[in-house]
């Protein structure tokens, strides 16, 4: 069984580009099929991974409630939705409604079974703390947090960033993404860096075809590989494969 790494991608604000960056770094962490991955869809309400990699909503996570005390490697298969050999996807409800029977119990169940299966389970999250979320930053071996380059969303980021360490987290096992940065128009580093008080990881330049590919179903790390955004994913991808990071919260002593 593989010991498989959870990383968890999170937005403060919604808009930032969230679900891009958790559908594109999948695909490129599969690396044509080097590591088995699971994507997993915890936008109960308002998930977008699918339409992001083309798939119909056959299964989601829903499909989960009948066998929550029998979920093993074995179980787990049948709530997937193929998108490549080896890469999966386990995608938020459909049906509206739906998305309140999932408890963050079960969540929790799934991420500690999801990793005997898979080299990486990427976890796309809502744009909003709760404990869904939570169970997800709870587990996750590294955590990666959106913004873009405007001051409202970069202020959210920061209280996320004071949350996260009031809980607390091991801040080596995160990296910030600054999504749709323009060097002319963005602000300047140093006001960057005063605002969030912690270092970058990485620079997704803004370019025209992303929205063409997210329309086009296919993420643009698949349809374009060698594009200067494709590129700066695949850093990012190669950083996540040389750290050895884990920010789980400690257990309580006793």
């Not at 590591?35 to 869809?41: F, G, K, P, S, Y």
């Not at 109960?44 to 989960?64: I, K, N, P, Q, T």
């Amino acid at each position: 069984m593989a010991d498989g790494r959870i990383i968890t991608v999170f937005a403060a604000k919604g808009g930032c580009g969230k679900t891009t960056v958790a559908t594109n770094l999948a695909t490129i962490l599969y690396d044509r099929g080097a590591h088995r991955v699971c994507l997993l869809d915890l936008d109960l309400e308002f998930g977008d991974a699918a339409g992001m990699l083309g798939l119909r909503s056959e299964r989601s996570m829903v499909d989960a409630l009948p066998v929550v005390d029998q979920l093993t490697p074995e179980t787990v298969a049948s709530l997937m939705t193929s998108y490549l050999p080896g890469f999966d996807c386990l995608l938020a409800p459909t049906r509206p409604g739906d998305a309140r029977l999932i408890s963050a119990s079960l969540v929790s169940r799934l991420l500690a079974v999801l990793p005997l299966v898979y080299d990486f389970v990427v976890v796309d999250t809502p744009s909003r703390f709760g404990p869904h979320v939570l169970a997800a930053l709870d587990v996750a071996d590294h955590q990666i947090l959106v913004t873009t380059p405007e001051r409202p969303a970069l202020k959210n980021l920061r209280v996320t960033l004071d949350m996260l360490d009031l809980l607390p987290y091991d801040r080596t096992a995160r990296s910030i993404v600054v999504n749709r940065f323009d060097a002319r128009s963005a602000l300047p580093a140093a006001l960057l860096d005063e605002l969030l008080r912690s270092p970058i990881a990485g620079h997704l330049p803004t370019w025209e075809g992303v929205p063409a590919s997210i329309n086009r179903g296919e993420p643009l790390a698949v349809a374009q590989p060698d594009h200067a955004v494709s590129l700066a994913f695949r850093q990012l991808a190669a950083a996540l494969l040389a750290s050895d990071g884990r920010c789980r919260r400690d257990p309580p002593p006793g």
